[in-house]
T-cell receptor
Framework: NAGVTQTPKFQVLKTGQSMTLQCAQD?????MYWYRQDPGMGLRLIYY???????DKGEVPNGYNVSRLNKREFSLRLESAAPSQTSVYFC????????????FGPGTRLLVL | KQEVTQIPAALSVPEGENLVLNCSFT??????LQWFRQDPGKGLTSLLL?????REQTSGRLNASLDKSSGRSTLYIAASQPGDSATYLC????????????FGAGTRLAVHP
């Protein structure tokens, strides 16, 4: 049981390049989330997927697209990276129940030059 | 706008001190509130979750309280240890916001021997 996994761990891009951040969870959770964390700020929601086949915008969706490939996987794509997208990206999944908490992956550090 | 604020932004204390971290939120209509720990370069670990109907939760040396009417939560750490050094994040699930956590910017704690 690996929990929430993310790839890659670290990436350097040049302005204008594209890339996809991958996230997978093996806990059979319905909901999945993408956040970004910038220095001195809390995590901000980019996109989320309440269930397989659905996606919705969060607080800071501009410049990103997402795909909920199946129940396990939720990817985040940067079509044309900008320096403002330099950040740490976290994926999370949601277990609804008595203890309703999100489980977080280890993060992807992205540097856009 | 639903916001979460944490004070102080950083805290440095000698080992053995009892300390209090503060979290305030702008809307009393919350579903639950969580405290997370984040170690440098790592993901988030859930420490305590308080449902809106609860006043406090305890886990070992940690105690979190919730006062919805005043929009405040505190995380009390007893007998602090160097291993407690980390960033502590407060996150609120507001009612009506579908499973979307709103995070504070965190308190960076350093406990020195």
């Amino acid at each position: 049981n690996a929990g929430v996994t993310q790839t890659p761990k670290f990436q350097v891009l040049k302005t204008g390049q594209s890339m996809t951040l991958q996230c997978a969870q093996d806990m059979n959770h319905n909901s999945m989330y993408w956040y970004r964390q910038d220095p001195g700020m809390g995590l901000r929601l980019i996109y989320y997927s309440a269930s397989e086949g659905t996606t919705d915008k969060g607080e800071v969706p501009n410049g990103y697209n997402v795909s909920r490939l199946n129940k396990r996987e939720f990817s985040l794509r940067l079509e044309s990276a900008a320096p403002s997208q330099t950040s740490v990206y976290f994926c999370a999944s949601w277990l609804a129940g008595v203890r309703e908490t999100q489980y977080f992956g280890p993060g992807t550090r992205l540097l856009v030059l | 706008k639903q916001e979460v604020t944490q004070i102080p932004a950083a805290l440095s204390v000698p080992e053995g001190e009892n300390l209090v971290l503060n979290c305030s939120f702008t809307d009393s209509a919350i579903y639950n509130l969580q405290w997370f720990r984040q170690d440098p370069g790592k993901g988030l670990t859930s420490l305590l979750l308080i449902q809106s109907s609860q006043r406090e939760q305890t886990s070992g040396r940690l105690n979190a309280s919730l006062d919805k009417s005043s929009g405040r939560s505190t995380l009390y750490i007893a007998a602090s240890q160097p291993g407690d050094s980390a960033t502590y994040l407060c996150a609120v699930l507001f009612s009506g916001g579908y499973n979307k956590l709103i995070f504070g910017a965190g308190t960076r704690l350093a406990v020195h021997p």
